[in-house]
C-alpha cells in the first residue's frame, strides 16, 4: 500500500524557517516525481513545488520562488520542503502528493497534511 | 494566462447528470487532472490524463476536452459526490502547474 506520512509543521513567527517531511512507503519512492501542494483556510488548493525522480528537475510557483527550497533522500525514501523567510500568507496546509503513474503529473497519492502557521 | 476558471458552486439531483468544467489556455496543450475532496480530508484523484480513472474510482466519473475547456461528468450522482472538486493541469511553457479556484457540488 502506498504511504505517505508527513511531519514538520506548526507555528513560527514571520520571517522564520521550518521545514516540512514526508516519508514514502509502499513503492519505489526513486521512480517517482512528487510535489507540495498547499491549501490555505478555508481557500483552494495552490500547487507549491514539483521535484523529478532523480532531482534533475524542479520547479516552483512564483509565490515561494527564491524562499522555498524542494528536496528528495531517494535512499532514505523522504521528501522535503525547507521554508525560510515565512509569511502571513503562507499559512496552509501542505500536503505532500505522488504522481499516480511516471508518465503523468497527476498527484495520485497524498499525505495526510501539515499545518503551518505563520503568525507574531 | 495560465489560470483555470470553475464555477463556484454547482447543484445536481440525486442520481442525475451534471457537468463541472474548467477553463483556462494551458489546457489547449495539456489534459487536466480533477480531484475531489472534502471537508478536512486530503484531495483525492478521480480523472487524470485522457479520461482515465485512477483504481477504485466509480465509472460514472468521466473527463472529457474541447479547445480551453475541461469537463468531469458524474453520471447519476450519488449522495457521497457531493464535494469540492478541482482542476489542475501543466503549463508546458512554464513548467507550472495550476488549479483551479475549486467547484462546490451540492447533490439536492
Known amino acids: 500500500e502506498v504511504q505517505l506520512v508527513q511531519s514538520g509543521g506548526g507555528l513560527v513567527k514571520p520571517g522564520g524557517s521550518l521545514r516540512l517531511s514526508c516519508a514514502g512507503s509502499g513503492f519505489t519512492f526513486s521512480t517517482y516525481s512528487m510535489n507540495w501542494v498547499r491549501q490555505a483556510p478555508g481557500k483552494g488548493l495552490e500547487w507549491v513545488s514539483s521535484?523529478?525522480?532523480?532531482?534533475?528537475?524542479?520547479y516552483y510557483s512564483d509565490s515561494v520562488k527564491g524562499r522555498f527550497t524542494i528536496s528528495r533522500d531517494n535512499a532514505g525514501n523522504s521528501l522535503f520542503l525547507q521554508m525560510n523567510r515565512l509569511r502571513v500568507e503562507d499559512t496552509a496546509v501542505y500536503y505532500c502528493?505522488?504522481?499516480?503513474?511516471?508518465?503523468?503529473?497527476?498527484?495520485?497519492?497524498w499525505g495526510q497534511g501539515s499545518l503551518v502557521t505563520v503568525s507574531s | 494566462s495560465s489560470e483555470l476558471t470553475q464555477d463556484p458552486a454547482v447543484s445536481v439531483a440525486l442520481r442525475q447528470t451534471v457537468r463541472i468544467t474548467c477553463q483556462g489556455d494551458s489546457l489547449r496543450g495539456s489534459y487536466a487532472s480533477w480531484y475531489q475532496q472534502n471537508p478536512g480530508q486530503a484531495p483525492v484523484l478521480v480523472i487524470y490524463?485522457?479520461?482515465k480513472r485512477p483504481s477504485g474510482i466509480p465509472d460514472r466519473f468521466s473527463g472529457s476536452s474541447s479547445g480551453n475547456t475541461a469537463s468531469l461528468t458524474i453520471t447519476g450522482a450519488q449522495a457521497e459526490d457531493e464535494a469540492d472538486y478541482y482542476c489542475n493541469s501543466r503549463d508546458s511553457s512554464s513548467n507550472r502547474w495550476f488549479f483551479g479556484g475549486g467547484t462546490k457540488l451540492t447533490v439536492l
Open positions: 490524463g485522457k479520461n
Open positions: 521535484i523529478s525522480s532523480g532531482s534533475d528537475y524542479i
Open positions: 502528493a505522488r504522481v499516480y503513474e511516471s508518465s503523468t503529473y497527476a498527484s495520485g497519492y
